[in-house]
């Protein structure tokens, strides 16, 4: 419908649209490498074998059974890493475990909450335990799950809100950092923090979930530096839409829904 300029804009809104979504795909498609990458440039510099040491993904509900944690976990398992997946959801932790252990790879489960401090840190000294030591942490989950809220404008929030913003986007990531560096500062190690691109980006709908993943991202800058020392290496994958995830968007401003994604 509508005459031959308007279409010409349809389609030119319409191609640049497929690009975007092609170019997030390939994104999703190499996170695995990405992550592994992070993880093998440690394990080059300082000689630690992959096989050595256990691999503590933290991941709370999507970051177990989503497509990112679940991409991570099973490609740190084919490179010979111990996998260790944890979140609240035990079923679905065992549904990553079978995947892994089916391939030939080790792997087991630890319950633990994301915005439990206690717990985590109750679940590193278990792994610990178990293991001897944590070489690698990568951490998700949490942002892209029901704890997290959707795209909401501004005007559409409360104070409430901001909170669970901070909470999912920021604090879920001080927490596991926090459990696991009292354990990876006697040998070194690896942290990888999963986050969004609106980190990056400002995106309108996105003022949170941007503000406090940007500040996730600054605060990894500054303990790449303090951890550097004690020879840990930090650092942050920026994702963008994530299509095999779980949509959040049924809880924020009705315009940003985007339920047709």
């Given at each position: 419908a509508g005459n031959e300029k308007m279409q010409e804009?349809?389609?030119a809104i319409q191609e640049g649209a497929g690009a975007y979504l092609g170019r997030q795909y390939?994104?999703?498609a190499i996170v695995g490498v990405v992550v592994l990458l992070l993880v093998w440039a440690f394990l080059d510099r300082f000689g630690a074998p992959i096989s050595a040491g256990g691999f503590f993904l933290g991941s709370f509900l999507s970051g177990a059974t989503g497509f990112i944690g679940r991409a991570c976990a099973l490609r740190l398992a084919r490179a010979g890493a111990t996998v260790v997946v944890s979140g609240r959801n035990a079923q679905a932790g065992a549904e990553v475990v079978g995947q892994i252990e089916a391939a030939g790879g080790l792997?087991?489960?630890e319950s633990a909450d994301l915005f439990d401090p206690e717990a985590l840190a109750t679940m590193a000294q278990s792994?610990?335990?178990?293991h001897g030591r944590i070489d690698v942490l990568v951490a998700s989950g949490?942002?892209?799950s029901r704890d997290?809220?959707?795209f909401r404008l501004f005007k559409d929030m409360e104070l409430s809100h901001i909170d669970r913003f901070i909470r999912s986007h920021w604090l879920s990531r001080i927490h596991v950092i926090r459990a696991v560096y009292p354990h990876m500062r006697v040998h070194g190690g690896s942290m990888v923090m999963i986050g969004t691109d609106a980190g990056r980006i400002a995106t309108v709908g996105e003022a949170l979930i941007g503000g406090a993943t940007a500040a996730m991202m600054q605060m990894c800058r500054a303990?790449?530096?303090e951890f550097g020392r004690e020879k840990i290496r930090v650092n942050v994958v920026s994702m963008s839409y994530v299509g095999d995830a779980e949509p959040r968007w049924d809880d924020g401003t009705e315009s940003l829904l985007g339920h047709d994604r």
């Open positions: 804009i349809a389609a390939r994104t999703i792997a087991s489960f792994v610990v335990a178990r949490a942002g892209a997290s809220l959707g303990l790449a530096r």
